[in-house]
């Protein structure tokens, strides 16, 4: 880390804060370097360019400089104490400078959850299948075998889970029941619809886990065909729509997460103990349909 000192620091579940002194003399010096290799571009009354003393420069120019100085300073201080940490950022880190004391900055850091996977538990799963075979059954089949084994990971595995993250699908949740039953949920609801965004982000760091750790990946023509299929419908800016999934790394892996999940579940299927029952299509879909919310 660069010359500096942490004042102050505090960690409130998976938000890490600190308040940082940058050295006085660090900051000094990268002034004046800044203003050596600007000093001929710079005008000072009573001197001809290139000609003014760095003591004059600083008078003039010294006080300008400075907050590009101390960013430049906090950027690398943060990164510094990052790698010295060992944080992983879920996000990029809030630099904050302080207007009463130009040297000190704040700094907020929002950490990924540590999600130990150890041995993957020995999950069950009870397989309703009917007779009949149809598109609907085996899609309800299939929605019944996914929140089994979704609820038997939850049940496993306990983290904390980035409270902005809740927050935000949350609102999404919301927002959806909103447009859905056109009114705002009543406290009841809205306490049930936060359980479902929390089960909802707890989901996608775990899934995105066991991922990373068993190297399961997309291919990258898959998600390119995907791309396509989505810009084939609107062809009057499919070239439009190509190019920003492309330009945007972030909407790319949006757009891919579902094909990631897919893999994920066949995964950890395929090391389940999975046992068949056939049942009438009434039932299945009572089984399924009925549930209180769709928190998958």
């Known amino acids: 880390m660069e010359p500096a000192r942490i004042i102050a620091e505090q960690v409130h579940g998976l938000s890490h804060e600190y308040r940082i002194e940058l050295d006085p003399k660090r900051v000094r010096a990268a002034i004046d370097e800044r203003l050596r290799r600007s000093g001929r571009k710079l005008a000072v009354p009573g001197f001809r360019p290139g000609r003014a003393p760095l003591s004059v420069l600083r008078t003039h120019h010294g006080k300008r400089l400075r907050a590009g100085v101390v960013d430049h300073l906090a950027i690398s201080v943060t990164r510094g104490l990052i790698v010295e940490r060992g944080l992983s950022p879920r996000s990029r880190p809030s630099i904050r400078i302080d207007n009463e004391a130009p040297e000190t900055f704040l700094l907020k850091v929002d950490v990924v959850p540590e999600i130990e996977l150890g041995e993957m538990p020995e999950i069950s799963i009870h397989r309703l299948q009917t007779s009949v075979g149809d598109n609907e059954s085996a899609v309800l089949s299939a929605e019944h075998v996914r929140r089994q084994l979704f609820d038997a990971l939850i049940a496993h595995y306990r983290f904390p889970v980035p409270e902005e993250m809740v927050a935000a699908e949350h609102a999404r949740v919301v927002a959806g029941y909103r447009d859905a039953v056109g009114e705002e949920p009543d406290p009841a609801t809205d306490q049930e619809l936060a359980i479902i965004a929390e089960r909802r982000i707890r989901l ?3 899934l995105s886990e066991i991922a990373h750790r068993n190297s399961i990946e997309v291919p990258r023509a898959e998600v390119e065909q995907l791309v396509e299929r989505v810009a ?3 062809p009057e ?5 190509i190019d920003y999934y492309l330009d945007h790394p972030t909407a790319m892996a949006e757009l891919q997460s579902p094909l990631l999940e897919e893999r994920v579940v066949r995964f950890l299927l395929e090391r389940c103990r999975i046992t068949d029952e ?7 879909r009572a089984l399924v349909l009925g549930a209180a919310a769709d928190v998958s």
């Open 232 to 234: 084939d419908g609107d």
């Open 278 to 284: 056939t049942v009438a299509a009434d039932r299945l």
């Open 237 to 241: 800016h499919e070239d439009e729509i």
């Open 204 to 206: 996608a760091l775990l």
